[in-house]
């Protein structure tokens, strides 16, 4: 369901920009696409306070591993709380 009340809205040019920008980030991250997500980045974080269960995606996903083991990180997820946490790799097999 895409969000399209901004347009019936009478707001200033200012605030109406503002609204029409978070309605469509918030369109992109139904829809899955990873630009809409600002937490992506290409590594786990290694500064910060985070708390367990917090999930960064991975903005750079590529092959890896070997033969008949092939993987992508899709991003890191943090295990226990801290500064800056302790993370994992959230990986997928591509059954390469």
């Known amino acids: 369901m895409k969000i399209d009340v901004i347009s019936r809205l009478k707001l200033d040019p200012d605030t109406n920009d503002l609204f029409r920008r978070i309605a469509r980030q918030l369109n992109d991250i139904a829809e ?7 937490n992506a980045t290409t590594a786990a974080p290694s500064s ?7 999930e960064i995606k991975n903005s750079a996903p590529t092959e890896l591993g070997s033969i008949g083991s092939k993987y992508v ?10 500064t800056p946490g302790t993370w994992v790799q959230m990986r997928f097999l591509t059954g390469n």
């Open 73 to 82: 990180i899709n991003g890191w997820k943090c295990v226990a709380s801290g």
């Open 48 to 54: 910060g306070t985070w708390r367990q269960g917090d």
């Open 32 to 38: 899955g696409r990873i630009q809409a997500n600002y």
